[in-house]
């Protein structure tokens, strides 16, 4: 399992456990885990591809399939629930260093468990990440800097940037129908 992966911890975290051999097995890497609801649950996954091109439709199916198999047999979840995988999008969490590092000089937005010098949201520009902490440059031109294990969420903000790098990670359609212009695909459901 990625060792650069986010902190999941609980229902999540075992999910994470379970599921990550196989999707990273298929050449993807998991952003994020999240149960949402209590009825009915929805288990919601959000993958990037490995090789750092944007994830499609397809790639979402895949993932799901292989996903909702392994969960089937695990069993983890009493009752009904609901899959719902997903690529990150454009604007996304940032729940890895590699994340902070991989949009280094790209805007974000962060807030901590633990207040740091009395705030705990930060806006400004990504400086990276040495694993243990983010570091941000912020609006007034101050670094400050953010244990990844107290980050709360944390959020690329969508800019012109971000959208021109972004294109440059899309690869070429391998279906005729299928558009890629950068946008965040829709989820892939699968009802369990």
């Known amino acids: ?3 650069d992966i986010s902190a999941h911890s609980g229902l999540e975290g075992r999910l994470l456990a379970l599921i990550a051999p196989a999707v990273e097995e298929m050449g ?4 994020r885990v999240a149960v949402l609801g209590r ?3 929805t288990v919601q996954i959000m993958a990037d591809r490995a090789d750092g091109m944007l994830i499609n439709v397809e790639d979402c199916e895949r993932i799901s399939h292989a996903v909702g198999a392994v969960l089937d ?6 009752g009904a629930w609901t899959l719902e995988v997903s690529s990150a999008g454009i604007d996304r969490p940032l729940t890895r260093a590699k994340d902070w590092a991989r949009f280094a000089g790209h805007q974000a937005k962060a807030e901590v468990l633990v207040p740091i010098e009395g705030r705990r949201r930060f806006a400004g520009i990504s400086l990276g990440s040495d694993g243990t902490v983010a570091r941000m440059r912020l609006d007034d031109g ?9 980050i709360r969420k944390a959020r690329l903000v969508l800019t012109d940037a971000l959208i021109e790098d972004s294109a440059r990670m899309v690869q070429p359609a391998t279906d005729a129908g299928v558009e890629q212009d950068g946008k965040k695909e829709p989820p892939a ?3 369990h």
Do not use: G
Request: aromatic residues 4%; negative net charge; proline residues 14%.
């Open 142 to 150: 101050t670094e400050v800097a953010l244990p990844l294990a107290e």
């Open 73 to 78: 047999v695990e069993d983890p979840i009493p």
């Open 39 to 41: 009825e009915r649950p």
């Open 1 to 3: 399992m990625d060792k």
């Open 28 to 31: 993807y890497e998991i952003v």
């Open 189 to 191: 459901s699968k009802v």
